[in-house]
């Protein structure tokens, strides 16, 4: 990341990928500090997306994909809430007749189940 400049249209998405890289990792090794780190780049890549941005739907189901491994971790049910949140603004973002779309359905099922 420290190659890709700040105002970069692709920053949002390498952060994405490092945050799917990290999540990896943390599911391969269960350091708890790459689920951590994982969480606060999807975070930065959804607050970078444009909300017309077709990345903003895959980026937010990633967030809360790392928000509910946290709270499978933690058992708090405020990381619950907040991947579910995620979750739900996935969906919302998600363009009519998306591939994606049944994907981001079915995470935010999982997520209120």
């Known amino acids: 990341m420290q190659r890709t400049p700040l105002d970069s249209p692709d920053r949002a998405r390498n952060l994405n990928n490092l945050g799917n890289s990290l999540r990896a990792r943390y599911i391969r090794f269960g350091q708890l500090a790459d689920l951590e780190a994982s969480i606060s780049v999807y975070r930065e890549a959804v607050q970078l997306t444009p909300p017309d941005s077709p990345d903003l739907a895959t980026n937010l189901n990633n967030l809360g994909t790392g928000l509910r491994a946290y709270y499978a ?5 405020l990381d619950l809430e907040a991947a579910i949140f995620a979750y739900q603004e996935a969906v919302r973002h ?3 007749g998306s591939p994606d ?3 981001h359905y079915n995470n935010l099922g999982n997520g209120l189940s």
């Open 73 to 77: 971790h933690t058992g708090r049910s």
């Open 94 to 96: 998600t363009p009519p």
């Open 101 to 103: 779309s049944a994907m």
